[in-house]
């Protein structure tokens, strides 16, 4: 049933921010871990400060070293991005990001909803983000060390806002005396996000995320793939109509922009749509689950 693989999404969506944000003290003393396991990224969009964050956010790792003289910590960046990328794509975006979960919950906020189409423009913001502050703005302007500020963690990102920036600011008293104007502009764009997050399904993840840009990238050729069978597909656009990114799944089921939530799959009347993992094909959770109704 559709139900239960959507439960079973959202329950993996959970646990993983769970997981992922598992150090309680941090909430408890205002403070932010700094373990060994902040040497290795996670897999999505978590950012570094949150007080519960057990790993590395892999943008603010990637900006913060990308200008500097430490090439093996790049290095090592890119190699986690781009294996995670060659394996799984953007079904990193829809089961494991925890500020993609908390866009989805948002959404759910009863009012009207807009229908953005993926051919629409605006989807290229992102590559125009994570090219200019991700990479040119941290490699060229640089400190007297030659390290580059992270500056898309400290002008745009809402996650860090909401995960670590509002938190911290809340639990300790001398934070709240430094804030300026760039903590306002940044409560500024959360707000903005929450807000458009109510009316769009996950803006963030669609226009400004550069981490989804860069496994986007990676769609077409992961391991992980979406595929439809021409011969059953009957283009009867349920697949589009139920996508929430709008994408004609049945003529790109590999866009880089799906995030590869199976919403397609188990919408799909003639079971034409399925997911594979490298060579061995699945029929997907969703159909599995329906032909045991």
């Known amino acids: 049933m559709l139900a239960l693989a959507r439960f079973k999404r959202k329950l993996t969506q959970v646990l993983t921010a769970i997981v992922t944000n598992g150090y309680l003290p941090g909430f408890l003393k205002g ?81 009207k909803k807009f229908k953005i189409s993926s051919k629409n423009p605006v989807k290229y913001s992102k590559y125009l983000i994570l090219l200019v502050f991700v990479i040119i703005l941290p490699m060229f302007v640089v400190n007297i060390l030659g390290m580059g500020d992270p500056f898309f963690c400290k002008y745009i990102c809402p996650a860090g806002t909401l995960e670590a920036g509002i938190p911290l600011v809340i639990m300790n008293p001398s934070l709240r005396q430094a804030i300026g104007f760039i903590f306002s502009w940044k409560v500024f764009l959360l707000l903005l996000t929450i807000t458009a997050s109510i009316f769009i399904a996950r803006p963030f993840c669609r226009f400004i995320c550069p981490l989804g840009a860069i496994y ?40 880089p922009e799906c995030i590869r939530c199976g919403e397609c799959i188990g919408a799909c009347p003639t079971k034409a749509i399925s997911s594979s993992f490298g060579l061995k094909e699945s029929e997907g959770l969703d159909v599995k689950e329906m032909e045991m109704k």
């Not at 009867?236 to 590999?254: D, F, H, Q």
């Open 31 to 111: 403070d932010i871990y700094r373990g060994n396991l902040k040497r290795f990224c996670v897999p999505g969009l978590n950012c570094y400060s949150c007080p519960g964050a057990l790993g590395s956010c892999p943008i603010g790792s990637l900006q913060a070293v990308i200008g500097s003289a430490k090439y093996q910590i790049s290095f090592y960046v890119l190699g986690a991005i781009a294996l995670i990328g060659t394996l799984l794509g953007r079904f990193v975006c829809g089961w494991l990001c925890p500020f993609g979960l908390i866009q989805e919950f948002i959404h759910k906020i009863p009012s």
């Open 216 to 255: 986007g990238l990676f769609n077409p050729i992961s391991l992980y793939k979406l595929e439809v069978n021409s011969d059953v597909c009957i283009k009867c656009n349920k697949c589009t109509n139920t996508c929430p990114i709008s994408i004609e799944t049945y003529k790109t089921p590999n866009s």
